[in-house]
């Protein structure tokens, strides 16, 4: 059977105040092209369907959209969702009734009945275009610290030993339904180790960098590891079946070099025969002027001059993003008004224009911008404001806390 794997879509992001609404509309109409091309069995989406946890109403409409479309182009795909930590639980459960009478099987959240995993809502069966079930998929949303069982103290880093109990109980539950000839598929959204992080759109999740997770939390029988979080596509730990299919469009300008790209899982029987990448065209291109590091304003504006003229009937939303790096010996108070006169015909939109200043005495090929204020994860803000006022960084126990203070902040906001 054939199962496609995509992640982190976020639907209602926007870059630097741009909406990227239409570029979700081409993914998703491709996407659906592409189910129906390759035959595919089964949809695994891994988490971080939209980019906040109180979405818009157009990233909502879009989701739902999709969910409609696909049930009536292909009535017998089943479709597999789970929650990420850009995603409200709440918010993807609600409609739960709703999506179980389509057959779309969503775990927003992890669901427990007094005290106990739901592992009805957690377990699902994949069926072959043969109407047989071939796969059970244990559908293992993002995990938050509360969410975790106690673990003894001897039994090492408490959140990672919490979350491989989560796995191994539900993966054990999968392993009791399935019969012979029947694949074990698993879902996440997590950051695991060996892995590499964006550091511009990827937040860190659970306690930090420190607490990525190790690849034998899930074990070699099992036949494919659906993973979402990372936007960079990539395997875990050397292995063929767990993998990160990385999200379908650049989520920050340092992601334009990316492959994106869905991945197409085959199975045979119980086995993993093979995965392939299926890139997703880029509707939208990104562009750096220049190509790398930053130079002066006089080479910068021969490059922008270079760059191709607009074409009247082309639509607004394909015109290219632009970050713009100038070297400066100074402040320059009219450098956005000097840009934007050069790109006034242009096709490029500028998004960011970042000045590099090079006053310093250090060399022209050494500057490089800084981030900005809305570039910086939380974690970065209180990293800086941390070492603002102590002289050592926080500690791994203070990052766990501050970390468990931020996701009852989001799940609040939520």
Same mark, same amino acid.
Not at 82 to 101: E, Q
């Given at each position: 059977?054939?199962?496609?794997?995509? &992640?982190?879509?976020?639907?209602?992001?926007?870059?630097?105040?741009?909406?990227?609404?239409?570029?979700?509309?081409?993914?998703?109409?491709?996407?659906?092209?592409?189910?129906?091309?390759?035959?595919?069995?089964?949809?695994?989406?891994?988490?971080?369907?939209?980019?906040?946890?109180?979405?818009?109403?157009?990233?909502?409409?879009?989701?739902?959209?999709?969910?409609?479309?696909?049930?009536?182009?292909?009535?017998?795909?089943?479709?597999?969702?789970?929650?990420?930590?850009?995603?409200?639980?709440?918010?993807?459960?609600?409609?739960?009734?709703?999506?179980?009478?389509?057959?779309?099987?969503?775990?927003?959240?992890?669901?427990?009945?007094?005290?106990?995993?739901?592992?009805?809502?957690?377990?699902?069966?994949?069926?072959?275009?043969?109407?047989?079930?071939?796969?059970?998929?244990?559908?293992?949303?993002?995990?938050?610290?509360?969410?975790?069982?106690?673990?003894?103290?001897?039994?090492?880093?408490?959140?990672?030993?919490?979350?491989? &109990?989560?796995?191994?109980?539900?993966?054990?539950?999968?392993?009791?339904?399935?019969?012979?000839?029947?694949?074990?598929?698993?879902?996440?959204?997590?950051?695991?180790?060996?892995?590499?992080?964006?550091?511009?759109?990827?937040?860190?999740?659970?306690?930090?960098?420190?607490?990525?997770?190790?690849?034998?939390?899930?074990? !070699?029988?099992?036949?494919?590891?659906?993973?979402?979080?990372?936007?960079?596509?990539?395997?875990?730990?050397?292995?063929?079946?767990?993998?990160? &299919?990385?999200?379908?469009?650049?989520?920050?300008?340092?992601?334009?070099?990316?492959?994106?790209?869905?991945?197409?899982?085959?199975?045979?029987?119980?086995?993993?025969?093979?995965?392939?990448?299926?890139?997703?065209?880029?509707?939208?291109?990104?562009?750096?002027?220049?190509?790398?590091?930053?130079?002066?304003?006089? !080479?910068?504006?021969?490059?922008?001059?270079?760059?191709?003229?607009?074409?009247?009937?082309?639509?607004?939303?394909?015109?290219?993003?632009?970050?713009?790096?100038?070297?400066?010996?100074?402040?320059?108070?009219?450098?956005?008004?000097?840009?934007?006169?050069?790109?006034?015909?242009?096709?490029?939109?500028?998004?960011?224009?970042?000045?590099?200043?090079?006053?310093?005495?250090?060399?022209?090929?050494?500057?490089?911008?800084?981030?900005?204020?809305?570039?910086?994860?939380?974690?970065?803000?209180?990293?800086?404001?941390?070492?603002?006022?102590?002289?050592?960084?926080?500690?791994?126990?203070?990052?766990?806390?501050?970390?468990?203070?931020?996701? !009852?902040?989001?799940?609040?906001?939520?």
């Amino acid at each position: 059977m054939r199962l496609l794997h995509t &992640s982190d879509w976020h639907l209602g992001h926007t870059l630097y105040d741009v909406s990227r609404e239409a570029e979700h509309a081409a993914f998703l109409d491709w996407l659906l092209d592409t189910l129906e091309a390759q035959a595919v069995d089964a949809l695994l989406v891994a988490g971080d369907i939209f980019d906040t946890a109180n979405p818009g109403a157009e990233a909502q409409a879009a989701w739902y959209h999709f969910v409609a479309r696909a049930r009536r182009r292909l009535p017998r795909l089943d479709v597999v969702v789970i929650g990420g930590n850009h995603d409200s639980a709440a918010r993807l459960d609600a409609p739960d009734p709703l999506f179980a009478a389509l057959g779309v099987r969503v775990v927003g959240g992890l669901p427990r009945a007094r005290g106990e995993l739901e592992l009805e809502r957690l377990l699902v069966p994949l069926h072959d275009a043969k109407g047989r079930v071939g796969a059970w998929v244990a559908a293992v949303p993002y995990l938050r610290p509360a969410d975790l069982p106690p673990v003894p103290v001897e039994a090492g880093d408490r959140l990672v030993e919490g979350v491989r &109990s989560v796995y191994g109980e539900v993966l054990s539950a999968a392993r009791r339904r399935r019969q012979a000839g029947q694949a074990l598929v698993a879902m996440g959204h997590c950051y695991m180790t060996g892995t590499e992080l964006s550091a511009l759109s990827e937040r860190k999740i659970l306690g930090g960098n420190q607490h990525a997770l190790p690849v034998d939390l899930f074990p !070699e029988d099992v036949a494919y590891a659906a993973l979402g979080h990372l936007h960079k596509a990539q395997r875990v730990g050397g292995r063929e079946g767990v993998r990160y &299919s990385g999200s379908p469009l650049p989520l920050s300008l340092s992601e334009a070099s990316y492959r994106h790209q869905v991945l197409l899982v085959e199975l045979k029987g119980d086995a993993l025969e093979g995965v392939r990448p299926l890139t997703v065209p880029r509707s939208t291109d990104m562009v750096r002027v220049p190509a790398r590091d930053a130079v002066p304003l006089e !080479e910068v504006v021969a490059l922008l001059e270079a760059l191709p003229e607009r074409e009247a009937d082309s639509p607004d939303w394909r015109r290219p993003y632009l970050e713009v790096c100038v070297a400066l010996p100074r402040p320059e108070p009219s450098l956005r008004h000097k840009v934007e006169k050069v790109l006034e015909s242009k096709a490029a939109r500028l998004v960011k224009l970042t000045p590099a200043y090079t006053g310093t005495g250090g060399a022209l090929a050494e500057a490089q911008p800084g981030l900005s204020l809305k570039e910086r994860t939380p974690e970065d803000v209180f990293r800086a404001r941390y070492a603002r006022d102590f002289q050592e960084p926080p500690s791994p126990v203070l990052l766990e806390a501050f970390h468990t203070l931020l996701a !009852e902040v989001q799940e609040e906001a939520s």
